[in-house]
């Protein structure tokens, strides 16, 4: 088990998280990320595409001249595939173009692109982005910036953290994608140069409490 250190929005370091070893220290399977990253991006295809044949092109009924004593090759129909405005032979229909992924490669491919991330030192905590109860695109950047300075960064977010999300959904110009923790993916992560999680996001992708429900637990 290794940790990782956790960024306040002042700058400085809180104490740390443990990331398990099960998790964060895996081997990562190359063809098996690819093939879970393959079928992700196959699933978000919206396999609308449609051409026309020679039947459901309009018009061409008539025979466009007769059949011998042209001197020219015999055709039945101006819609046939030869012809400019013709139809389109073996062409793309409608299709669901989504594969069956068990739930256990996605699992482990997951788990894979996050040990590469963490390995690299990829793989940052903050206790949050911003102080107070206000919104501050500003004061997020600046705590991000802290974290990491790379292009492009994956923020990992709880669904009820309303007050990060607001502050940074406006920086998708600055490479910033924001995911909430039950929806984090292989593609996403291995698409970010970073991954920066809040500690209450990590302790809910850990199916852990986080610290203010545990201690309302008490």
């Not at 879970?36 to 699933?43: E, G, N, P, R």
């Amino acid at each position: 088990m290794t940790t990782v250190g956790v960024l306040t929005p002042e700058g400085t370091t809180a104490g740390t998280v443990d990331l398990p070893a099960e998790v964060f220290d895996v081997q990562a399977n190359i063809p098996l990320m690819h093939q879970v990253v393959v079928a992700q991006l196959a699933a978000a295809r919206q396999g609308t595409h449609k051409t026309k044949t020679r039947g459901e092109v309009a018009g061409g009924g008539k025979k466009p001249y007769k059949q011998k004593g042209t001197g020219r090759a015999r055709q039945g129909s101006i819609r046939a595939p030869q012809f400019t405005g013709g139809g389109v032979v073996h062409g793309p229909v409608p299709r669901d173009y989504s594969q069956r992924t068990p739930k256990k490669m996605k699992v482990a491919a997951l788990r894979g692109a996050l040990s590469d991330r963490a390995r690299e030192g990829r793989l940052h905590v903050v206790e949050a982005f911003v102080t107070g109860e206000t919104p501050s695109t500003k004061a997020a950047l600046k705590t991000l910036r802290a974290a990491t300075d790379r292009k492009r960064v994956l923020v990992v977010l709880t669904d009820a953290d309303e007050l990060n999300w607001l502050s940074l959904r406006n920086l998708s110009g600055e490479g910033v994608h924001i995911i909430e923790a039950g929806q984090l993916n292989t593609y996403d992560v291995l698409v970010a140069d970073d991954v920066v999680f809040t500690k209450d996001a990590l302790a809910e992708f850990l199916g852990e409490k986080p610290a203010d429900e545990t201690e309302a637990d008490k």
